[in-house]
């Protein structure tokens, strides 16, 4: 079974579009997390929800809008895709605080 | 600014050679992860060094967590292709233990 799970793998859209990416977790942890990776391989932590309650939210444009509707799902809602949003999302989940981080496999957004 | 830098960015070896990774910081972290990132997946948990001065070893791989705990290395003995990949070193900051910092990566190849 998989741990932590994304989809699309990969989604490519034009520019102004709307677009969601969905993840799950069956590991029965409490937090989970949305992390950008660019270009470059520089991983940054975008958000992160504790038992449903939004914990960590990173300067990142409000065009990004994440949901859980419960502890084994969040959600990442882009609105107005611009080109620098191009990237690969990872979506991560951890039990503990600190501790280890399970990441899915990742979703490659590409916008045209 | 980069919290943790790590060095080199890119290392291409041949199987069988020794390599060290280095991952610093000018800031105190209370613990380190490391992760190896493979193509098209998410980053995967090695190890977490706590102890300032720690050594934990990991069949072939040996991490060490400095003894002021602001830096960390990675060393690999005989490499193999196996070992290719996208070396991550992270660790808790702005005062919240879920929200983890990471450095660039150092990106291995070994070479068969």
């Known amino acids: 079974d998989t741990a932590v799970s994304q989809t699309p793998k990969y989604l490519v859209t034009q520019m102004g579009n709307d677009k969601s990416i969905k993840c799950e977790q069956n590991?029965?942890?409490?937090?989970m997390y949305w992390y950008k990776q660019d270009s470059k391989k520089f991983l940054k932590i975008m958000f992160s929800?504790?038992?449903?309650?939004?914990?960590i939210n990173e300067t990142v444009p409000n065009r990004f809008s994440p949901k859980s509707p419960d502890k084994a799902h969040l959600n990442l809602h882009i609105n107005s895709l611009e080109l620098g949003d191009s990237a690969v999302y990872f979506c991560?989940?951890?039990?503990?605080?600190?501790?280890?981080?399970?990441f899915g496999p990742g979703t490659r957004l590409t916008v045209l | 600014t980069q919290l943790l830098e790590q060095s080199p960015q890119f290392l291409s070896i041949q199987e069988g050679e020794n390599l060290t990774v280095y991952c610093n910081s000018s800031?105190?972290?209370?613990?380190l992860q490391w992760y190896r990132q493979e193509p098209g997946e998410g980053p995967v948990l090695l190890v977490t060094v706590v102890t300032g001065g720690e050594v934990k070893k990991l069949k072939r791989l040996t991490f060490q967590f400095g003894d002021a705990r602001k830096d960390s290395s990675l060393h690999i003995t005989a490499a193999q292709p196996g070992d290719t990949g996208l070396y991550l070193c992270?660790?808790?900051?702005?005062?919240?233990?879920?929200?983890?910092?990471f450095g660039k990566g150092t990106l291995l190849t070994v070479n068969p």
């Open positions: 991560a989940s951890s039990s503990l605080q600190g501790g280890e981080q399970f």
């Open positions: 590991l029965g942890h409490d937090t």
């Open positions: 992270a660790g808790p900051w702005g005062g919240s233990n879920y929200k983890l910092t």
């Open positions: 800031s105190v972290f209370s613990s």
């Open positions: 929800y504790n038992n449903k309650e939004l914990i």
